[in-house]
């Protein structure tokens, strides 16, 4: 059977190209047309080397992971290497999904015009089954990532944390946030944001209605047994989240926190209570916010 250069070239550049810009659309990254092509046609340069070389290096894992490397890196221009990393795994969740797909419709289909060289399935039937496995395999991806993100809910990410101090105590529900990684400067104890509403039942209002006043040292609105009572325990922490950057809390610690889930009851004794002016959700489906490292 005849086998075509040229043939072989586009077939793996619409591949790559398909295969990028799922990637792309799944990661959410920004598209360029010109940069995905770009990708796409070192990719399929470099398999059309592997295909006619006899040099072991062309099928070396190492080098093809470089050069998966290289070609995310051209197709998506990841700012850091964060991002490097979530848009090179979900390259390589793509194209074996693809992959996969593609080889399933082969033992479907069985053509007879097939032959495999260096690893690759070279044939007339390439560019239907790129197409077909294209349209299956982003189906396969959207349904996946879909049951995926529906399982980790809201719900699911909600539980309750009990906080005492000074006798007192409240229950809030609570969702775990795993981008609060807010620690408290001297002792890195985590800190759990609260709004200040709900801490009304907890500590004086005095304290709670004057944070910023407190912030900035002015003591004078906060009676003196209400100050000597609490003036140890009061933190500043500061934080750029929550809509401010380089703002500041005002923190307190609790005599005891316990984070409340349908699987344990903990007790964390070296968290900090964050105090939060503002509402943190529209509806008020949670009161507070907690680190995935107190989850």
Do not use: W
Request: charged share 20%; proline share 3%; glycine share 6%.
């Amino acid at each position: 059977m005849t086998i075509y250069i040229d043939i072989i070239i586009v077939e793996n550049l619409i591949m790559n190209y398909i295969i990028l810009y799922a990637t792309g659309l799944i990661s959410k990254s920004k598209i360029s047309h010109l940069r995905i092509f770009l990708a796409s046609a070192i990719g399929a340069i470099y398999a059309i080397t592997e295909y006619i070389s006899k040099l072991s290096i062309y099928s070396n894992i190492l080098v093809k992971i470089m050069l998966s490397i290289v070609i995310v890196f051209i197709a998506f221009n990841p700012q850091n290497v964060k991002k490097m990393c979530k848009q090179l795994i979900l390259f390589y969740l793509t194209t074996f999904t693809f992959g996969g797909v593609a080889t399933y419709l082969i033992y479907v289909l069985k053509p007879q015009n097939i032959i495999i060289k260096n690893g690759m399935y070279v044939g007339t039937y390439v560019l239907k089954v790129i197409f077909i496995g294209a349209i299956l395999g982003t189906i396969i991806l959207i349904i996946a990532f879909k049951f995926a993100k529906n399982k980790i809910t809201k719900k699911d990410m909600i539980c309750k944390v009990k906080i005492k101090l000074n006798g007192k105590e409240i229950t809030l529900d609570t969702m775990v946030d795993t981008g609060n990684m807010l620690k408290e400067p001297l002792t890195g104890n985590p800190v759990v944001v609260v709004e200040k509403t709900s801490l009304y039942d907890l500590m004086p209002k005095e304290i709670l209605n004057n944070t910023e006043s407190i912030l900035g040292g002015d003591f004078e609105k906060i009676p003196e047994d209400i100050k000597n009572e609490y003036i140890s325990r009061l933190k500043i922490i500061p934080f750029s989240s929550l809509g401010k950057q380089n703002g500041m809390l005002l923190g307190i610690k609790p005599e005891n926190l316990e984070v409340i889930n349908e699987q344990t009851e903990e007790e964390k004794d070296n968290a900090i209570i964050g105090i939060y002016n503002k509402s943190l959700t529209k509806r008020g489906e949670y009161k507070a916010l907690i680190g995935i490292d107190l989850y």
